[in-house]
């Protein structure tokens, strides 16, 4: 595509539906497909989606950004410490193929809230009013990268939202289309 910004939300939601369908490919196989998913019609309280499953409700944020790329953060909606076991979902995707290489997680443990967003700071619009600055987003927070935890796949992260037992060695719950080897740890993100 020679100008991806101009349909950013096209990809939004090419990546919105690769997530769902992993997770639900992943309970089918492995839950007796116990996965339920809805969508806000409005996007006032930060969330894209609502996943249930294992007695567990989650209120999830989607980010997403090229596996390789240098975001050091990504904003998050304040809506997000009010919902049920609120947190941000961030993909890193292959630029190439648009396969998801892997996630970021920030949240807490199923049924737990959003961890605090009291030290991060305000977040900033991207562009520039008429008088030069950039102004305050004031329902968003900038949470850096340091503070999300590195998922390798989806049967991890389906581990993390819901509480299911996560076996590392279950080659079926890998990504189906990616090829997770040479990730780097968490560490040196």
């Keep these: 595509m020679s100008n991806p910004s101009a349909d950013s ?49 989650r209120h999830v944020q989607l980010k997403t950004s ?14 997000l410490v009010g919902k049920p076991s609120g947190c941000v979902v961030w993909m890193r995707v292959d630029e190439t193929d648009m396969t998801c290489q892997s996630f970021l997680f920030f949240g807490g443990a199923p049924r737990e809230p959003l961890p605090s967003l009291e030290a991060c700071r305000v977040a900033k619009h991207t562009r520039k009013n008429g008088s030069g600055t950039k102004g305050e987003r004031p329902n968003l927070r900038t949470v850096p990268r340091t503070r999300f935890r590195f998922v390798a796949d989806v049967a991890e992260l389906y581990a993390t939202l819901f509480g299911s037992t996560y076996n590392p060695n279950d080659a079926s719950a890998n990504i189906s289309t990616a090829v997770l080897s040479g990730i780097e740890p968490a560490a040196t993100l």
Excluded: C
């Excluded at 997770?23 to 806000?40: K, T």
């Excluded at 240098?70 to 304040?78: D, E, I, P, S, T």
């Design 9 to 57: 939300v096209y990809r939004e939601r090419l990546f919105e539906h690769q997530l769902i369908w992993e997770l639900m490919r992943y309970a089918w196989r492995h839950d007796n497909a116990g996965l339920e998913v809805s969508q806000p019609a409005i996007d006032r309280s930060g969330h894209d989606l609502v996943l249930e499953a294992r007695g567990v409700t």
């Design 66 to 79: 090229w596996a390789d790329g240098k975001a050091r953060g990504q904003n998050v909606h304040l809506g």
